[in-house]
C-alpha cells in the first residue's frame, strides 16, 4: 500500500520517462525481434519514470529528505500527482491527502540514496521514482 | 506467406498503420551503420587489412523537438502508448537533403520516451529505428560446396581484402513430419533456399572460440565436440519451436557461405 504523497515543491527540471517492458534482438541486416513482456491477462501497459531536479529552501529540503527517509529509499511506495496531467490545469491535480484519483500515481523511488549538494540559502537534490502497481 | 520455424509460424512485427504526427526540427539526422571487424597485418608497412562486413545496420533516424507544445506533447504521448512503445512499426517522412522526404517503415528504439517539461512548453528527442521489408533481402548462387578443404577459388577469395560471411544452420529433427529448419543471423536466400534471422551468435559470449575439440576419449565428454549456437527467443518463437517437437538427436550442421566466392563452406555437423 502507498504511503503519503510526495511533498509538492517546485521543480528545476521536470522530466517524464514511458517505456514498454519488451525483450529485443537485432539481426546483422537490421531486422528486429521484439515481444512484449505481459501478464497475458492484462493488456500492455508502460511504465513511467520520473526524474524531477529541485533547487529547495532548508524547510522544503528537510521536508522531502524526511520524506525519503520514511519510506526507506525505494522500499515503500508512495503517491505522486502528475501536475502535467492531460486535460488539467498544470499543478491543479495535487492533493495531499492521496485521495483525489486525477493524475494520482503509485510510485516509489528509484535512486537507492539520498544526495544533497547545499549552495548559500538554497540546496540542490533529485529525485527519480517510477510507477509501481 | 508467413514465416515458419518448423511446424511454428514466426509472427511479423506488427504494424500499427499509423504516420507519425509531429515534424522535428533542424538539423534532421540520419545514420546508417555498417559494422566491420577488420584485422591489421604487418605486411605492407602494417598497412595491409582484411576487412569482414558483417551486416548491414539498420538506418536510425533521431528526432528532436527543442519546444513542444504540450498539445503535441499529449500527442506524441499517445502515439507511442498506440504503437506501444518499440513493438509496432509505423511509418515515419524522413527529411531528405532536397527537402523531400522519404517514408521508411519504423519503429521506436526500444529506450524510454523522455519528455522535459520547460517553463511554457516540452522538449523531447528519440530515434527511430528502420524495419527492413522482408522482400528487400538478398539472394545470392551458390557456385561451389566444399566440405573439408577450400577450393582453389575459394582460396584466391579468401585472400582479398574484403570479406563477406554469413552463418547458415541447418536443423533437422528427428520427427519426419516436421520441416527442416533453415536459419542465420540475417534474412537472406542462398542457392533458393530462404534463411530466417534467428542466429545471435555461435561462440560462447566474450570468447572467439566457435568449436571446441577433444581428442580424449576417456574425457566425459567422450571426445566430442562442443559448440554454441544462441538464437533469438525475443519472441518466444524459439520456445514454442522446442515445444512443438522433440528436438533430441536432432542434427544441426553449420555452414559458412562465402560471399566473394559464392561457396558454401560446410563447417560442420553435430547433434543436439
Redesign the interface.
Known amino acids: 500500500m502507498p504511503v503519503g504523497v510526495l511533498p509538492q515543491t517546485l521543480?528545476t527540471?521536470?522530466?517524464?520517462?514511458?517505456?514498454?517492458p519488451?525483450?529485443?534482438?537485432?539481426?546483422?541486416?537490421?531486422?528486429?525481434?521484439?515481444?512484449?513482456i505481459t501478464d497475458t491477462v492484462n493488456n500492455?501497459?508502460?511504465i513511467r519514470?520520473w526524474t524531477l531536479s529541485k533547487r529547495l529552501k532548508s524547510v522544503d529540503l528537510e521536508a522531502l529528505k524526511s520524506f525519503y527517509d520514511s519510506h526507506h529509499g525505494a522500499v515503500i511506495p508512495f503517491y505522486f500527482y502528475d501536475p502535467?496531467t492531460?486535460g488539467e490545469t498544470?499543478g491543479s491535480t495535487y492533493d495531499d491527502t492521496g485521495d483525489s484519483e486525477v493524475g494520482r500515481y503509485t510510485v516509489k523511488f528509484v535512486t537507492t540514496q539520498w544526495s544533497q549538494s547545499m549552495t548559500i540559502g538554497l540546496s540542490n537534490t533529485s529525485l527519480s521514482f517510477m510507477e509501481v502497481a | 506467406m508467413s514465416d515458419m520455424i518448423g511446424t511454428v509460424t514466426v509472427p511479423a512485427i506488427p504494424n500499427s498503420g499509423l504516420a507519425f504526427p509531429l515534424i522535428g526540427d533542424y538539423p534532421y539526422s540520419e545514420v546508417r551503420p555498417y559494422p566491420s571487424v577488420s584485422h591489421r597485418f604487418g605486411d605492407k608497412a602494417t598497412l595491409s587489412q582484411q576487412t569482414f562486413l558483417t551486416g548491414i545496420g539498420p538506418r536510425q533516424f533521431q528526432f528532436k523537438k527543442s519546444v513542444i507544445s504540450y498539445t503535441d506533447t499529449n500527442t506524441l504521448k499517445d502515439f507511442f502508448e498506440s504503437v506501444q512503445g518499440g513493438y509496432q512499426t509505423f511509418t515515419y517522412a524522413a527529411p531528405n537533403s532536397d527537402g523531400t522526404t522519404t517514408s521508411y517503415n519504423v519503429i521506436f528504439e526500444n529506450k524510454p520516451l523522455s519528455v522535459q517539461a520547460l517553463v511554457n512548453a516540452c522538449q523531447a528527442g528519440m530515434t527511430f529505428l528502420e524495419v527492413p521489408d522482408p522482400l528487400d533481402a538478398p539472394e545470392y548462387d551458390v557456385n561451389a560446396t566444399v566440405t573439408r578443404f577450400p577450393s582453389a577459388d575459394m582460396e584466391t577469395a579468401l585472400l582479398s581484402t574484403v570479406q563477406q560471411i554469413i552463418p547458415l544452420v541447418h536443423i533437422r529433427v528427428r520427427d519426419t513430419t516436421i520441416p527442416d529448419v533453415y536459419l542465420s543471423d540475417q534474412r537472406c536466400t542462398i542457392g533458393g533456399q530462404l534463411y530466417l534471422p534467428r542466429l545471435l551468435s555461435i561462440n560462447e559470449k566474450g570468447t572467439g572460440v566457435v568449436m571446441s575439440q577433444s581428442i580424449q576419449w576417456m574425457n566425459d565428454d567422450q571426445g566430442s565436440d562442443s559448440v554454441n549456437f544462441t538464437f533469438g527467443n525475443a519472441d518466444r518463437i524459439m520456445t514454442k519451436f522446442m515445444n512443438s517437437t522433440d528436438l533430441s538427436w536432432a542434427s544441426i550442421d553449420l555452414c559458412l557461405y562465402h560471399v566473394n566466392s559464392s561457396t558454401v563452406y560446410s563447417y560442420g555437423k553435430a547433434s543436439l
Open positions: 521543480s527540471a521536470f522530466t517524464e520517462s514511458k517505456i514498454f519488451m525483450l529485443t534482438n537485432t539481426y546483422h541486416d537490421g531486422t528486429p525481434e521484439t515481444g512484449l500492455p501497459r508502460s519514470t502535467f492531460e498544470i
